[in-house]
């Protein structure tokens, strides 16, 4: 396991990668992307992401995101088999056929095999506020999943405009104890989401534009 690091913010690249392309390249650039191609992603790149991730906004300035980068075929497999594993017994809980549980969970397998990066995403609640009343600390820990969407959204966008893809993988949030023990995560650090990273192989499918649902007062 490497050890861990926090980018550096004023790092000049930053900027500079961030002005590759406009905001409007980047937000409507962003796809999920399931295939990747073998091009290796630079360190540098995802360093510089997840330095974008940490300029989103987050309770009380918590900053309570915390991210765990997976670039060894090791690393990877170690965590698929593991979530896998807590995959199949879930879908068996569900009742789903033998033929879909293996074909749902050898496609997950495959699917974090083959991207090139795993970034996993954590938040740590050690920082947010303590209330007696359950009710007001459950939307303080919400508000750390709130700030977690931002952070991922930044990443992504940041790692779009250097042309790199990303999918979302909720997997984690449905087993983060398993998570936690396949990477040797400190305890506090509650995985809730991975971000797959890569040079996409060919365009997802055009996506329908926007319906915004707003009413005005
Ligand atoms: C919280 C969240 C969880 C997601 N989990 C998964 C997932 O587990 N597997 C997957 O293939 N896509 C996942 N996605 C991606 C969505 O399917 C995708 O964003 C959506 O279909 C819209 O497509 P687009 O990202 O290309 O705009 C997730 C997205 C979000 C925001």
């Given at each position: 396991m490497?050890?861990?690091r926090?980018?550096?913010?004023?790092?000049?690249?930053?900027?500079?990668?961030?002005?590759n392309?406009?905001?409007a390249d980047s937000?409507?650039?962003?796809?999920?992307?399931r295939?990747f191609?073998?091009?290796?992603?630079?360190p540098?790149?995802?360093?510089?992401?997840?330095?974008?991730?940490?300029l989103?906004?987050?309770?009380?300035?918590s900053?309570?995101?915390?991210?765990?980068?997976?670039?060894?075929?090791?690393?990877?497999?170690?965590?698929?088999?593991?979530m896998?594993?807590d995959?199949?017994r879930?879908?068996?809980k569900?009742g789903?056929?033998?033929a879909e549980?293996t074909?749902?969970?050898s496609?997950s397998?495959r699917?974090?095999?083959r991207?090139?990066?795993?970034?996993?995403?954590?938040?740590?609640?050690a920082?947010?506020?303590?209330y007696?009343?359950?009710?007001?600390?459950?939307?303080?820990y919400?508000?750390?999943e709130h700030s977690l969407?931002?952070?991922l959204?930044?990443?992504m966008?940041?790692l779009?405009?250097?042309r790199?893809g990303?999918?979302?993988?909720c997997a984690p949030?449905?087993?983060p104890?398993?998570?936690r023990?396949a990477?040797?995560?400190?305890?506090?650090w509650?995985?809730?989401?991975l971000i797959?990273?890569?040079?996409p192989?060919?365009?997802?499918?055009p996506?329908?534009?926007?319906?915004?649902?707003?009413?005005?007062r």
């Open positions: 490497g050890a861990s926090k980018p550096g913010m004023n790092d000049p690249q930053l900027s500079l990668a961030l002005g392309l406009s905001l937000l409507l650039g962003r796809r999920s992307i295939r191609s073998d091009r290796p992603v630079d540098g790149i995802i360093e510089r992401a997840i330095a974008a991730a940490c989103a906004p987050s309770p009380h300035g900053s309570p995101w915390r991210f765990c980068v997976l670039s060894s075929e090791e690393s990877k497999k170690i965590l698929a088999e593991m896998g594993r995959f199949l879930d879908m068996e569900e789903l056929s033998e549980r074909r749902r969970h496609g397998i699917l974090l095999t991207a090139p990066v795993l970034i996993l995403a954590a938040l740590s609640y920082q947010l506020d303590e007696g009343d359950p009710g007001k600390q459950a939307n303080e919400m508000m750390a969407g931002a952070a959204q930044n990443l966008l940041a779009t405009a250097e790199i990303t999918l979302w993988r949030l449905f087993c104890e398993t998570a023990a990477l040797e995560l400190p305890a506090d509650v995985p809730r989401a797959l990273a890569g040079y192989d060919g365009a997802p499918p996506k329908d534009p926007p319906q915004p649902e707003v009413l005005t």
